[in-house]
Protein backbone atom coordinates (compact mmCIF):
# COMPACT_ATOMS: atom_id res chain seq x y z
CA UNK A 1 0.00 0.00 0.00
CA UNK A 2 2.87 2.70 0.94
CA UNK A 3 4.55 1.40 -2.23
CA UNK A 4 1.21 2.11 -4.60
CA UNK A 5 0.70 5.26 -2.79
CA UNK A 6 4.10 6.49 -3.55
CA UNK A 7 3.87 5.79 -7.15
CA UNK A 8 0.68 6.91 -7.44
CA UNK A 9 1.75 10.99 -7.77
CA UNK A 10 4.22 9.44 -10.51
CA UNK A 11 1.82 7.92 -12.58
CA UNK A 12 -0.11 11.14 -12.71
CA UNK A 13 2.62 12.41 -14.91
CA UNK A 14 1.83 9.72 -17.64
CA UNK A 15 -0.24 11.59 -20.47
CA UNK A 16 -2.65 9.32 -20.74
CA UNK A 17 -6.20 8.93 -20.33
CA UNK A 18 -6.11 4.95 -18.74
CA UNK A 19 -3.79 7.24 -15.70
CA UNK A 20 -6.84 9.58 -15.26
CA UNK A 21 -9.61 7.47 -15.19
CA UNK A 22 -8.09 4.88 -13.17
CA UNK A 23 -6.82 7.56 -10.21
CA UNK A 24 -10.55 9.00 -10.14
CA UNK A 25 -11.71 5.01 -9.64
CA UNK A 26 -9.07 4.98 -7.03
CA UNK A 27 -9.97 8.29 -5.33
CA UNK A 28 -13.71 7.28 -5.12
CA UNK A 29 -12.85 4.28 -3.07
CA UNK A 30 -10.17 6.40 -0.84
CA UNK A 31 -13.31 8.33 -0.06
CA UNK A 32 -15.65 5.69 0.71
CA UNK A 33 -12.92 4.02 2.77
CA UNK A 34 -12.29 7.36 4.64
CA UNK A 35 -16.58 7.08 5.31
CA UNK A 36 -15.94 3.55 6.73
CA UNK A 37 -13.14 4.17 9.17
CA UNK A 38 -15.07 7.15 10.19
CA UNK A 39 -17.80 4.74 11.18
CA UNK A 40 -16.07 2.49 13.13
CA UNK A 41 -14.13 4.55 15.29
CA UNK A 42 -17.68 6.48 15.68
CA UNK A 43 -19.09 3.01 16.89
CA UNK A 44 -15.61 2.76 19.50
CA UNK A 45 -15.82 6.22 20.74
CA UNK A 46 -19.74 5.85 21.52
CA UNK A 47 -19.30 2.77 23.16
CA UNK A 48 -16.35 4.21 25.51
CA UNK A 49 -18.64 7.19 26.16
CA UNK A 50 -16.05 9.44 23.89
CA UNK A 51 -16.98 12.52 21.95
CA UNK A 52 -16.98 11.69 18.33
CA UNK A 53 -18.00 15.06 16.53
CA UNK A 54 -14.48 16.34 15.75
CA UNK A 55 -13.42 12.96 14.55
CA UNK A 56 -16.49 12.46 12.44
CA UNK A 57 -15.92 16.28 10.92
CA UNK A 58 -12.32 15.64 10.51
CA UNK A 59 -12.53 12.27 8.25
CA UNK A 60 -16.08 13.47 6.57
CA UNK A 61 -13.58 17.01 5.69
CA UNK A 62 -10.85 14.18 4.19
CA UNK A 63 -13.74 12.43 2.39
CA UNK A 64 -14.95 15.67 0.37
CA UNK A 65 -11.48 16.69 -0.75
CA UNK A 66 -10.76 13.00 -1.59
CA UNK A 67 -13.84 13.78 -3.59
CA UNK A 68 -12.93 17.11 -4.84
CA UNK A 69 -9.70 15.76 -6.08
CA UNK A 70 -11.36 12.99 -8.29
CA UNK A 71 -14.02 15.93 -9.75
CA UNK A 72 -11.25 18.30 -10.82
CA UNK A 73 -9.60 15.43 -13.26
CA UNK A 74 -13.01 15.93 -14.86
CA UNK A 75 -12.30 19.38 -15.79
CA UNK A 76 -11.67 19.97 -19.54
CA UNK A 77 -7.92 21.42 -18.72
CA UNK A 78 -7.02 18.06 -17.39
CA UNK A 79 -8.35 16.21 -19.94
CA UNK A 80 -7.10 17.60 -22.77
CA UNK A 81 -3.85 17.28 -21.02
CA UNK A 82 -4.54 13.53 -20.31
CA UNK A 83 -5.79 13.51 -24.34
Request: charged residues 10%; positive net charge.
Amino acid sequence: MTVACLIAPFLMLIRHDYFRKTSQIVQFGLAIMWLHTAYHIYLIRVIHSQPWQRMAIILGLISALTLLAAWVLENQRVKAWYA
